[in-house]
Structure formats: structure tokens, C-alpha cells
């Protein structure tokens, strides 16, 4: 009898292990060079190229990252820089045929495996409106996307896109409002349709086609990847299932922002998990590996974040009174708990378990500037949990009818380019008017000195006189010159002011 017990004991475990999840297969991609040289560069897409490898596992096999990673973040993450490389087309498509490699293996083996591909980078849109995210040698735009990257790979169980660029939603449009639309196009509902009709894919997306989004220096990250990290570390896990959904993402970052009182700097988040699954998970805590969970009633905190001693932010948020909630953190490092302006140790007992500390250590820091006050403001002022993510998800049920065919108003960017296209025709006539009238007056004065000093070293009566007349010519020509420069480049500011008043000036 005990003989049966134990092989029953045996197969139960065994099945057990071949139910649990394996890590996902992780494409991380962070460039911070900027495509436009009117924008600055990123400051931690490399980070946060990083932190979404080391959030799955960072296993060899099974993730690669590209980026180029400064020297503070080497520092961070010394383990992963020989593994980086850098964000090009080539290394693209190399990383991609490795990973489909792996997939056709563990497809052959029975395993459904699932992908993440998580993309950090400037996101702009081309001249025709097509929209691209930068990589060093290049945009990597939407069809690119699709057919290097997402196609290869369809073999995977499940794909999830994490897009965290300026304008991501655009992505999911044939091309996007910056110039107005024709007559076929609104006909052909363009602007509605997405470009990516795989149903095992699912996106989530930092900002509307016509939103920045915003990097933070406390977090050392983009404001959308670390609470993307901290929603999938079990933050946005309201129904304790150990699994975090679309749903559940999309309401924890739509509650985690809410409060930012700067309209610019809240990000409007979109998610759409795969057709064929929208319950899909983006992260279980069986597939986080080298984590232990931090319980509590995590409504208790207020507005919290946490930190590990490298300074890299994990997760944070504000919950409904009384939730009970579970994070995920990595073991290796340990963790700061800052929370109502207080900092706590957070310890490892040992056991796949992180306790809190009661007795505060340091008290926190102050804010500076509008955007700053905004974010320390205003980010978890909303507490989230299970009514929430219920009245999220009634309200985002409202909203399911498809939009009408019509184009959206046109972006900013085409009639700031015609503005100040009109300013430069404007100010070019006077403009070159100005500089002959310099150069004319500039030449006379030499003339003028030079006769004149030929008047001055002269003993001969004849030549001396000649160069009297011709200095007087000359420093009149001289003169007139002068004066017409002067008219032309009051001229050209005046006229300069006018266009500046009459149709102002756009700032991107």
C-alpha cells in the first residue's frame, strides 16, 4: 500500500513539474539614440532593456538583449553586458532566427512555449506618416516589426509585444494623422485597422499615437517600463491567482497614473491581449525565476515603492484599504521599502519569503520641478485592487464599438513644418537684401581707408587730390551702404515679428 502511495506521490509531483510554466524565450531591445537631432537621446533604455531581461530570468538560451549599455548601467547589471549587443537591423534578425530555433525544439518536445519582445526606443513617424521606432542604424518600422520579428516566431504558444516609445500606439494603424487623409483612405477605414492580424499576439502599448512618454531619473527608467515591470512582479495580481492578465496590467498602470497632474506626463496605456486568448497571462510567478515573495496586507502602506541595493526600482503602488497582495522579487540583491516618506528594510528570511521591517531607516526625498512634483505627486494616488479592476473593466466595456471611419485631426508636426517653411520665404528677400548691402558697404569703407591713406602719404598735388575725391566717394558709397543693411535688417526682424504674431509657433 505505501509502495502505491508514494508512485502515485511521484506521478503528482511529476505531473506538477510539467504543468509549471517555463520562463518565456525574451527579446529585450533599448536604444537611446535619438533618430531626429532636435530630440535629446534616452537616458535609460538600456536600463530598461536590461531590467525586463533580469525580470524573466536572464537565462542563457533563453533571452537575448540588445542594447548599448553605458557605464553606470554595466555597473548595474555587470552580469548581462557580455551578453549585450548592440541594437541593429542584423543583430535583429540574428537574435530572432536563434529564438526560432529554440521554439521549432520545444515545439518538436510538446512544449508551448510563449515570447516576449519588449522594445524601448524613440518612436517618431517617417514623412509618408508611417510610424518607426529608432534602432542605431535605423527605424525599425511597423511592416519591419511583423516581418523580421513577429512572423519568424509565430510558432510560440503566445507573443507578447511591450512597446515603450513616444507615440506607441500608432504601431497598430497603417499610417497616422500627420498629414490629412484622402477620400480612399477614409473610405477604407486606414486609420481603424490594425496592420497585425495574428491572433496568438497580443499588445501593450505606452502612449497614444500623439503622446510622448516620459523617462524619470528617481526611477531610472521610463515611466511605462517600470510600472510594466512592477504590474508583472504581481502588483496588478488582484485576484490572487499568482497570474497577471491584460486586464489586470492595463488597470493597475491606468490606476498608477491617474493622479499625475501634468496631462502630458500621464501616459494613456493601451493593451490588447491575442485574439484567441484575452485572458491570456503576460507573467505567472511560476514563470519569474530566482524570486521570493513578499506577502502582506499591502493597503496598509499607502503610496510605496521598492528598491534593491543596486537602486534599481522593482515596484511600487497604492492599494485598496485591506488588499492583500503578493510580490515577486528577485532573491539575489537586497531590498529598500520607501514608503510615507520613510524608508524600511526588507529581509529575506530564507525560505521564498521577504518580511517588511516595522522600524523606519531613513526618511525620503524631496522632488524638484513640475514634471518631478507630478510624477511623486500624483503616481499612486489611486489605490487598486478588485473594485478597480472591476470598474476598469466595466468602463473600458463601454467603449467597445468600433470608431468611425474618420481620419483624426491632423498632428501638430505638418503645420509646424508649413509655418516655419512661410517664416524662412518670408525673411529671405530683406535677408539677402541686408548682406549685398553689407558686403557693398564693407567693400566702399576699405576703399575709402585705402584712398585715404594714399591722400595722407602723397606729396604730389594731382594724385593727392584724386585720392581726396575718392575717399570722399567712397566713404558716402560707404555710408549708403550702411544705411541700407541697416533698413534691410529691421526689414527682415519686423517682418520676422509679423509671422511670429500671425501664426505663433508650435513646440514639439
Given at each position: 500500500?505505501?509502495?502505491w502511495?508514494a508512485?502515485?506521490?511521484?506521478?503528482?509531483?511529476?505531473t506538477?513539474?510539467?504543468?509549471?510554466?517555463?520562463?518565456?524565450?525574451?527579446?529585450?531591445?533599448?536604444?537611446?539614440i535619438?533618430?531626429?537631432?532636435?530630440?535629446p537621446?534616452?537616458?535609460?533604455?538600456?536600463?530598461?532593456?536590461?531590467?525586463?531581461?533580469e525580470?524573466?530570468?536572464a537565462?542563457?538560451?533563453?533571452?537575448?538583449?540588445?542594447?548599448?549599455?553605458?557605464?553606470?548601467?554595466?555597473?548595474r547589471y555587470?552580469?548581462?553586458t557580455?551578453?549585450?549587443?548592440?541594437?541593429?537591423?542584423?543583430?535583429?534578425?540574428?537574435?530572432?532566427?536563434?529564438?526560432?530555433?529554440?521554439?521549432?525544439?520545444?515545439?518538436?518536445?510538446g512544449?508551448?512555449?510563449?515570447?516576449?519582445v519588449?522594445?524601448?526606443g524613440?518612436?517618431?513617424?517617417?514623412?509618408?506618416?508611417?510610424?518607426?521606432?529608432?534602432?542605431?542604424?535605423?527605424p525599425?518600422?511597423?511592416a519591419a516589426?511583423?516581418?523580421?520579428?513577429?512572423?519568424?516566431?509565430?510558432?510560440?504558444h503566445?507573443?507578447?509585444?511591450l512597446?515603450?516609445?513616444?507615440?506607441?500606439?500608432?504601431?497598430?494603424?497603417s499610417?497616422?494623422?500627420v498629414?490629412?487623409?484622402?477620400?480612399?483612405?477614409?473610405?477604407?477605414?486606414t486609420?481603424?485597422?490594425?496592420?497585425?492580424?495574428?491572433?496568438?499576439?497580443?499588445?501593450?502599448?505606452?502612449?497614444?499615437?500623439?503622446?510622448?512618454?516620459?523617462?524619470?531619473?528617481?526611477?531610472?527608467?521610463?515611466?511605462?517600463?517600470?510600472l510594466?515591470?512592477?504590474?508583472?512582479?504581481?502588483?496588478?495580481?488582484?485576484?490572487?491567482?499568482?497570474?497577471?492578465?491584460?486586464?489586470?496590467?492595463?488597470?493597475y498602470?491606468?490606476?498608477?497614473?491617474?493622479?499625475i497632474?501634468?496631462?502630458?506626463?500621464?501616459?494613456r496605456?493601451?493593451?490588447?491581449?491575442?485574439?484567441?486568448?484575452?485572458?491570456?497571462?503576460?507573467?505567472?510567478?511560476?514563470?519569474?525565476?530566482?524570486?521570493?515573495?513578499?506577502?502582506?496586507?499591502?493597503?496598509?502602506?499607502?503610496a510605496?515603492h521598492?528598491?534593491?541595493?543596486?537602486?534599481?526600482?522593482l515596484?511600487?503602488?497604492?492599494?485598496?484599504?485591506?488588499?492583500?497582495?503578493?510580490?515577486?522579487?528577485?532573491?539575489?540583491?537586497a531590498?529598500?521599502?520607501?514608503?510615507?516618506?520613510?524608508?524600511?528594510?526588507?529581509?529575506?528570511?530564507?525560505?521564498?519569503?521577504?518580511?517588511?521591517?516595522?522600524?523606519?531607516?531613513?526618511?525620503?526625498?524631496?522632488?524638484?520641478?513640475?514634471?518631478?512634483?507630478?510624477?511623486?505627486e500624483?503616481?499612486?494616488?489611486?489605490?487598486?485592487?478588485?473594485?478597480?479592476?472591476?470598474?476598469?473593466?466595466?468602463?473600458?466595456?463601454?467603449?467597445?464599438?468600433?470608431?468611425?471611419?474618420v481620419?483624426?485631426?491632423?498632428?501638430?508636426?505638418?503645420?509646424?513644418a508649413?509655418?516655419?517653411?512661410?517664416?524662412?520665404?518670408?525673411?529671405?528677400?530683406?535677408?539677402?537684401?541686408?548682406?549685398?548691402?553689407?558686403?557693398?558697404?564693407?567693400?566702399?569703407?576699405?576703399?575709402?581707408?585705402?584712398?585715404?591713406?594714399?591722400?595722407?602719404?602723397?606729396?604730389?598735388?594731382?594724385?593727392?587730390a584724386?585720392?581726396?575725391?575718392?575717399?570722399?566717394?567712397?566713404?558716402?558709397?560707404a555710408?549708403?551702404?550702411?544705411?541700407?543693411?541697416?533698413l534691410?535688417?529691421?526689414?527682415?526682424?519686423?517682418?520676422?515679428?509679423?509671422?511670429?504674431?500671425?501664426?505663433?509657433?508650435?513646440?514639439?
Amino acid at each position: 500500500m505505501n509502495a502505491w502511495c508514494a508512485l502515485a506521490v511521484l506521478l503528482v509531483s511529476a505531473t506538477a513539474r510539467a504543468a509549471a510554466p517555463a520562463p518565456p524565450l525574451v527579446l529585450a531591445v533599448g536604444t537611446n539614440i535619438s533618430p531626429d537631432p532636435a530630440l535629446p537621446a534616452l537616458s535609460f533604455a538600456d536600463d530598461d532593456a536590461a531590467a525586463a531581461m533580469e525580470l524573466f530570468g536572464a537565462q542563457p538560451g533563453r533571452s537575448w538583449l540588445l542594447t548599448t549599455m553605458d557605464a553606470e548601467t554595466q555597473t548595474r547589471y555587470p552580469a548581462l553586458t557580455s551578453r549585450a549587443r548592440p541594437p541593429t537591423r542584423a543583430q535583429l534578425q540574428l537574435a530572432v532566427s536563434q529564438m526560432a530555433s529554440r521554439l521549432q525544439a520545444e515545439r518538436a518536445a510538446g512544449l508551448q512555449t510563449e515570447v516576449v519582445v519588449w522594445v524601448v526606443g524613440h518612436g517618431a513617424f517617417d514623412a509618408s506618416g508611417r510610424f518607426n521606432v529608432a534602432l542605431e542604424d535605423g527605424p525599425l518600422t511597423a511592416a519591419a516589426l511583423d516581418t523580421l520579428v513577429l512572423t519568424p516566431l509565430l510558432s510560440a504558444h503566445r507573443i507578447h509585444v511591450l512597446l515603450d516609445a513616444c507615440h506607441a500606439e500608432a504601431i497598430l494603424a497603417s499610417r497616422a494623422a500627420v498629414q490629412p487623409a484622402s477620400a480612399e483612405e477614409v473610405s477604407r477605414q486606414t486609420f481603424v485597422e490594425d496592420l497585425f492580424g495574428h491572433g496568438n499576439v497580443g499588445f501593450v502599448l505606452a502612449a497614444g499615437a500623439h503622446q510622448k512618454t516620459y523617462e524619470w531619473s528617481e526611477m531610472r527608467s521610463g515611466v511605462f517600463s517600470a510600472l510594466v515591470r512592477s504590474a508583472l512582479r504581481g502588483a496588478a495580481n488582484a485576484d490572487g491567482d499568482t497570474c497577471v492578465t491584460y486586464p489586470e496590467l492595463t488597470a493597475y498602470l491606468s490606476s498608477a497614473v491617474q493622479g499625475i497632474a501634468v496631462p502630458d506626463a500621464r501616459p494613456r496605456v493601451r493593451g490588447r491581449p491575442p485574439a484567441v486568448d484575452v485572458r491570456a497571462p503576460l507573467a505567472c510567478r511560476a514563470s519569474l525565476p530566482n524570486t521570493a515573495v513578499l506577502e502582506s496586507v499591502l493597503g496598509g502602506w499607502g503610496a510605496f515603492h521598492l528598491e534593491d541595493s543596486r537602486g534599481v526600482w522593482l515596484a511600487g503602488g497604492r492599494f485598496e484599504p485591506g488588499h492583500v497582495g503578493a510580490l515577486w522579487l528577485p532573491a539575489a540583491n537586497a531590498v529598500t521599502l520607501h514608503a510615507n516618506g520613510q524608508e524600511y528594510a526588507v529581509n529575506n528570511r530564507g525560505d521564498g519569503r521577504w518580511q517588511a521591517q516595522d522600524t523606519p531607516l531613513t526618511t525620503g526625498h524631496t522632488p524638484r520641478g513640475a514634471a518631478e512634483r507630478a510624477f511623486k505627486e500624483g503616481l499612486f494616488s489611486v489605490a487598486y485592487g478588485g473594485h478597480y479592476l472591476a470598474g476598469f473593466q466595466a468602463a473600458q466595456g463601454q467603449d467597445r464599438e468600433r470608431a468611425p471611419a474618420v481620419a483624426p485631426p491632423p498632428s501638430p508636426a505638418a503645420p509646424q513644418a508649413t509655418r516655419l517653411h512661410l517664416l524662412a520665404w518670408t525673411a529671405m528677400a530683406p535677408a539677402l537684401l541686408g548682406a549685398v548691402a553689407a558686403g557693398a558697404a564693407a567693400f566702399a569703407a576699405a576703399f575709402g581707408g585705402y584712398s585715404l591713406y594714399r591722400y595722407a602719404t602723397t606729396d604730389l598735388q594731382r594724385p593727392a587730390a584724386e585720392a581726396r575725391q575718392n575717399a570722399t566717394w567712397a566713404l558716402g558709397a560707404a555710408v549708403v551702404g550702411g544705411g541700407v543693411a541697416l533698413l534691410a535688417g529691421v526689414l527682415t526682424v519686423g517682418l520676422v515679428l509679423v509671422d511670429l504674431a500671425f501664426y505663433g509657433l508650435t513646440a514639439d
